[in-house]
């Protein structure tokens, strides 16, 4: 599978904030609800919402609407794909591809 710069780009923005990664955490529980959030993560609600589509955007997490409010849960597929992409990234290449730069 090839790595799409911008999707792995998004999926590792999800990553690049305190806020969201005490998020995260608090996620590997299980299931949360916005409001349940709020009283763990030293946010304003607005602030909340930009940082949980951040993370939704990444696919990292998933959303359900119940009534008013929103539940949130981390996505196995999502992490699944954020592995992928880290080690697309992270994997030495077995033959360089450009073979100009090496040879003078």
Request: a neutral charge; charged letters at 35%; aromatic letters at 4%.
């Amino acid at each position: 599978m090839e790595t799409d710069e911008r999707k792995a780009a998004t999926v590792f923005k999800a990553f690049c904030d305190e806020n969201r990664i005490r998020i995260l955490k608090l996620l590997r529980s299980g299931e949360k609800c916005a409001c349940k959030l709020l009283e763990e993560v030293d946010v304003t609600q607005p602030t909340l919402s930009h940082h949980m589509k951040i993370l939704c955007d990444s696919e990292i997490v998933v959303s359900r609407k119940d009534g008013k409010w929103t539940h949130y849960s981390i996505s196995d597929d999502g992490v699944k794909r954020a592995k992928e992409y880290l080690e697309q990234l992270t994997t030495l290449a077995a033959t360089c591809e450009d073979k100009s730069c090496c040879e003078k």
